[in-house]
């Protein structure tokens, strides 16, 4: 941690230290990060220098910045729950790294706050793909990966402690990535096969890394190991054919296929949730991904978009006003001019939701 002189250029830096006022009471508790609202606080009480976090310990502003703008203003709770959940899921992953001690029960304790929050408003996951970069991204694809899958959780009627369980194999599916060399993981250019091998490591590895974590769940090591495995056997690490994977790695599958598409990674940009789902569904077809979770998942994910603004394959711009029930993926699109009707015009799709 550093001590730094109060100013406004302290806005999104993280509090090392709780903050107390002359009474004592809690002002403001380590791990936050700050806001102007913060700050005006503890200018007005005359606090002249706070310690904060070294900030390559927390997650690259450029992000936190696009998280407070997608979302303050729908959900501000929401927003500084998932900052704050970025910064420990980097924390948790870095300490993981460097083989020190980890409490994951004490990480889970703010962990199972965000979970709840997103299964009472899942419309929150909707707009989730809309940050854009690849800073930070294998904390963010964790965060998100347990997000989606509580929510498959739900939609499929599992049970709340089912639940919690599928959000943490979510979130520590890819910890062995941690292992992976830096220039592989982040290389802007495809991988070579010998780097694709040493990639695929990260799902045998992040198994033996949660081995050595003591009260870990079977499954937590399990949605690790078999989350890159197929259906149909051409998965890695075993090759393992239908009930040989567990079906939360199957979840884990869905949700981690779902979110790497959305998002923008080191080599590959980011594609529509529209043009994600139409994947799922094809890796469904091919009896690759559980066409059980697929289905209700796609369903979900598409249902939510009326009213949303898109830009269509060839840049027609417009506003979904109609998801027919039998094709929710072919919406029915309001422009300037008129209306386009993806169900009639199938060699149209839409690139980007705005
Ligand atoms: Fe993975």
Sequence with gaps: MIRKKLSYSLKNEVLAENVY????????????????????????????????????????????????????????DFTEMYVQ?????????????????????????GYSN??????????????????????????????????????????????????????????????????????????KARLTNEEFKQMKQHSLLGYKILCNIEGIERHLREAAHYHHERLDGSGYPEGRRGDEIPFYAQIVAVADTYDALCSDRYYNRRISPYQAVQELLESS??????????????????SGYAGYSVVLTDKTCGKIVFIPPDEPDRPLIQTDTGYVDL????????AEIM
């Excluded at 059980?292 to 369903?299: A, E, H, K, L, T």
């Excluded at 169900?343 to 839409?350: D, K, M, P, S």
């Design 343 to 350: 169900r009639q015009r199938r060699n149209l799709e839409i």
């Design 21 to 76: 006022a002359n009474n004592d009471t809690l002002l403001l508790e380590k791990g936050k990060r700050l806001t102007t609202s913060d700050i005006i606080r503890l200018i007005n009480i005359d606090i002249d220098s706070i310690y904060v976090e070294e900030e390559q310990k927390n997650i690259a502003i450029e992000v936190v910045s696009q998280v407070r703008t997608l979302w303050s203003q729908e959900d501000k």
């Design 85 to 109: 959940n970025l910064d420990q899921t980097k924390n948790l992953f870095t300490q993981i790294a460097e083989n020190k001690d980890i409490s994951l029960q004490s990480y889970l304790n």
């Design 285 to 302: 077809f091919k009896n690759q991904l559980n066409a059980n979770i697929v289905v209700p998942f796609v369903q979900f994910m598409l």
């Design 114 to 187: 965000m979970l709840e929050s997103v299964l009472e408003h899942t419309s929150m996951l909707h707009t989730l793909h809309k940050i854009k970069g690849h800073d930070d991204y294998t904390y963010r694809h964790s965060l998100n990966v347990s997000l989606l899958c509580g929510v498959i959780g739900k939609l499929l009627n599992l049970s709340l402690e089912e639940i919690w369980i599928l959000g943490q194999c979510g979130l520590l599916h890819d910890v062995g990535k941690i292992k992976i060399p830096v220039n592989i993981l982040q290389k």
